[in-house]
């Protein structure tokens, strides 16, 4: 079996958005292939703050994550990133294989001179929350807080 990390082709949005069905079990709407979503799909190719690694086993994309690299004028004008939407399809857990896409998405904001990278999980399972330990998170360090358009 052979496993690589690598950044994801422009051709690749549809394997991706398959992969995405496994991030929001509770029924994340699928988003229909039109022209709008297409204008976004290349616009966040051709932005230099957004990176979506994807790893693949055989040729199969079977994990991802997106890392987000923001300015800042703190830090020493450092910027800082923002992992999101991780996931791994089901079959293919407990590998490594997220394991190894966070280590390159750190990777990549070490390489933008990121003085810090902040990940968010829903979860409240140990095992998840390990998980990101062990991929190189520290929890506790902050809290976090998040608002919704429309506050329930």
């Known amino acids: ?3 690589m990390v690598r950044p994801i082709e422009r051709e690749e949005l549809g394997t991706l958005l398959d992969l ?15 022209r709008r979503l297409d204008a976004l799909w290349e616009s966040i190719l051709a932005s230099p703050w957004l990176h979506y690694l994807v790893g693949e ?3 199969e994309i079977v994990s991802s994550c997106t890392i987000s690299i923001v300015p800042n004028l703190t830090r020493g004008a450092r ?3 923002l992992i999101e939407n991780v996931v791994t399809h089901p079959d293919y857990r407990k590998k490594g294989y997220a394991t190894r896409v966070l280590r390159q ?4 904001a070490w390489d933008h ?6 990940l968010l999980t829903g979860s ?18 902050k809290t976090g807080f998040i608002a919704y358009p429309n506050p329930d």
């Open 1 to 3: 079996m052979t496993y």
């Open 124 to 141: 409240k399972l140990e095992s998840t929350l390990r998980f990101y330990e062990q991929a190189g998170f520290k929890r506790g360090v």
């Open 113 to 118: 001179d990121c003085y810090k990278v902040m």
């Open 79 to 81: 910027p800082y990133g």
């Open 57 to 59: 086993v055989d040729g």
């Open 105 to 108: 998405a750190l990777q990549v």
């Open 20 to 34: 995405y069905a496994y991030l929001h079990a509770d029924g994340d709407v699928p988003l229909a292939r039109d």
